[in-house]
């Protein structure tokens, strides 16, 4: 019997010999319907010994790493549960098992990482120096939610300045020329992001930007409310962008204790459109985040670069859209104002 050559296999089925040589290893990385394809070919042509058994098929493993270095913005919260669902879905599809692992950045150490494939470092709360150990491990990783320049590696993140930006020229459009900002007092690359579509948003409007409309806020659920020193009305601005759906919710809580009213009052965005946007009252306006996604997408990076090896580095930006909801109002006659 000839010798079946991947190459021609590749060039019958329209794909690449990489793909094929991947099946006939019993590789991960390969939908479903790709191997099913090869197989049938590979059966046809009377090759049927080729196909790999259950028993022989190579597994392969990776480690999502959490990093915790405040601990008050990784949490238990819907915007990481569906994050992990994103990456759990894609790993069960890809064929890769899929471990959890809890890096405090003090006294834990990386060298309990190496016994992997590849790592999602889930970075939200990392700065640069941080990634020093990861990246002496050698072996492949993707950076999740942030973004560190000059340092070469995969990352896929929230195209942040962007969501703020809309969030922010979506006031504007409605009337509002005193908007003012409700910030994280723990800094991470993301709000710092946000933090400048908003003051960008303000320039192309128009607008001078005033510290004094800024507010810092624990971004936790508990802490988000009472850590708002709510300032008298006649100091209020008209409306308020928020890092993000905790700290919001938690303004919202606090304006209506001190009885002023959302949005007749004051109007506010958030970030992250969270299921609790829509049970508060009044439902918040936000920036919708495709959660899942940035999973799945980081675990394609990551398996790509595991079976496909490059010097190449990649940044994925994810993008975001605006939600209109109740909390806020139009103030007054629109006038045209400059495109941004």
């Given at each position: ?11 019958k089925l ?9 099946v006939?290893?019993g590789?991960?990385g390969i939908?479903q319907e ?5 197989f ?9 010994n080729?196909i790999?058994t259950?028993?022989?098929?190579r ?7 959490l990093?915790?270095k405040s601990?008050?913005i990784v949490t238990d919260?819907?915007?990481?549960s569906?994050?992990?669902d ?7 599809k890809?064929g890769y098992?899929?471990?959890?692992h ?6 834990a150490?990386t060298?309990?990482?190496?016994d992997?494939d ?11 120096a941080?990634?020093?150990p990861f ?5 492949p ?7 560190f320049?000059n ?12 969501g703020?930006?809309?969030a922010t ?10 908007i003012?900002?409700?910030k994280?007092n723990v ?13 960008k ?10 510290a ?6 624990d971004?936790?659920t508990e802490?988000?409310?009472?850590s708002?020193?709510v ?7 008209t409306a308020?962008v ?5 700290i919001a ?8 204790a ?7 009052d004051v109007?506010?965005v ?5 299921p609790?946007?829509?049970i ?7 920036v919708q ?26 940044k ?5 859209q605006?939600?209109?909801r109740?909390?806020?109002r139009e103030?007054r ?8």
């Open positions: 019997m000839q010798k079946l050559k991947v190459k021609d296999l590749a060039e329209g794909l690449s010999s990489a793909t094929v040589s991947l006939l290893n590789r991960p939908s790709t191997r099913q394809r090869v049938d070919l590979v059966r046809e042509l009377g090759h049927e080729l790999p259950r028993s022989s098929a597994t392969g493993s990776l480690r999502l790493v990093y915790k601990g008050r919260t819907p915007f990481f569906q994050l992990f994103g990456i759990t879905a894609r790993c069960q890809t098992a899929l471990s959890i809890l890096f405090n950045g003090e006294a150490t060298s309990a990482l190496s992997c590849g790592l999602i470092l889930l970075a939200t709360e990392l700065e640069k941080d990634l020093r990246e002496s491990l050698r072996i990783f993707v950076v999740l939610d942030s973004y320049e340092y070469r590696h995969d990352c896929v993140v929230i195209n942040n300045m962007q703020a930006y809309d020229r979506h006031l504007v459009k409605k009337g509002h020329r005193r003012g900002y409700l994280s800094p991470i690359n993301n709000f710092h992001e946000r933090f400048d579509g908003y003051r948003a303000l320039a192309v409007s128009g607008l001078d930007f005033d004094s409309l800024v507010h810092l806020l971004p936790t802490g988000a409310g009472p708002f020193a300032p008298p009305a006649d100091r209020l601005p308020f928020a890092d993000n759906d905790i919710i938690g303004a919202l809580q606090a304006l209506a001190a009885g002023i009213r959302v949005p007749e109007s506010i958030g970030f992250d459109n969270m609790m946007c829509t508060v009252q009044p439902a918040l306006t936000t985040v495709p959660k899942h996604q940035l999973g799945m997408y980081a675990v394609d990076r990551l398996v790509q670069r595991i079976e496909e090896p490059t010097d190449d580095f990649v994925i930006e994810v993008g975001t605006l939600v209109e109740a909390s806020v103030i006659e629109v006038r045209a104002h400059p495109k941004g």
